[in-house]
């Protein structure tokens, strides 16, 4: 089975600085995609950065950016420039490329704070 | 498009009450699951369903039914309903496990169970 794993309940962060939330999976799968979940106080969940186990590059999104490690099975994601509507509950996720479900892996999640 | 619209917002229920959390999508997907989150831990999985008329269990089942009758429903059903059922629900949908592979999420229910 997948389990995802975010060892960093909470992390805090001046305005405008970086911030790199880690992040573990496993799985004996070759092919997959990995997530970052933002979710605010509103409590939606909004896509942030996806990557494709296949692609060697790292995926980024303006100031968000990941660093995959296929063999180490970690995607730990870098928010650059920090701003206050950046805080949020951050959600690593993992998803099988094959068979019915789709079903979202996701970890327990770690609470960015950012501070002005 | 409304995307994934989730009702009620917020239910608060008496131990064994029943009752529906709806959702529904616009974007003609054909995949849509339902997930819980409890304080402290990620999403899990309740339901799942790949199509109209086609549901399976996820990770956690017990307590609950689907049905998928159409393809923009997919209801939610507390039997009776438990403490242990104090949860946010989340509804997603997806265009199809081939082409698309973003997930779209409703913005929850916030569920009570006294």
């Known amino acids: 089975a997948q389990t995802v794993t975010q060892s960093q309940p909470e992390m805090s962060v001046q305005e405008a600085e970086t911030v790199t939330l880690s992040c573990t999976y496993d799985t004996s799968e070759s092919d997959y995609y990995l997530f970052w979940y933002k979710q605010p106080p509103s409590r939606q969940m909004i896509l942030v950065i996806r990557q494709e186990a296949y692609k060697q590059q790292n995926a980024t999104e303006n100031r968000f950016s990941v660093n995959f490690q296929k063999a180490a099975k970690s995607f730990s994601l870098k928010i650059s420039d920090s701003q206050l509507g950046d805080a949020a509950m951050y959600f690593c996720?993992?998803?099988?490329?094959w068979g019915f479900g789709n079903v979202l892996h996701c970890g327990s999640g770690t609470q960015v704070i950012v501070l002005p | 498009n409304a995307g994934v619209t989730q009702t009620p917002k917020f239910q608060v229920l008496k131990t064994g009450q029943s009752m529906t959390l709806q959702c529904a999508q616009d974007?003609?997907?054909?995949?849509m699951s339902w997930y819980r989150q409890d304080p402290g831990m990620g999403l899990r999985l309740i339901h799942y369903?790949?199509?109209?008329?086609?549901?399976d269990q996820g990770e956690v089942p017990n307590g609950y039914n689907v049905s998928r009758s159409t393809t923009e429903d997919f209801p939610l059903r507390l039997l009776s309903a438990a403490p242990s059922q104090t949860s946010v629900y989340f509804c997603a949908s997806q265009r199809d496990t081939s082409t698309d592979y973003e997930q779209y999420f409703g913005p929850g229910t916030r569920l009570t169970v006294t």
């Open positions: 996720a993992y998803r099988s490329a």
């Open positions: 369903s790949v199509g109209a008329g086609i549901t």
């Open positions: 974007m003609n997907h054909e995949y």
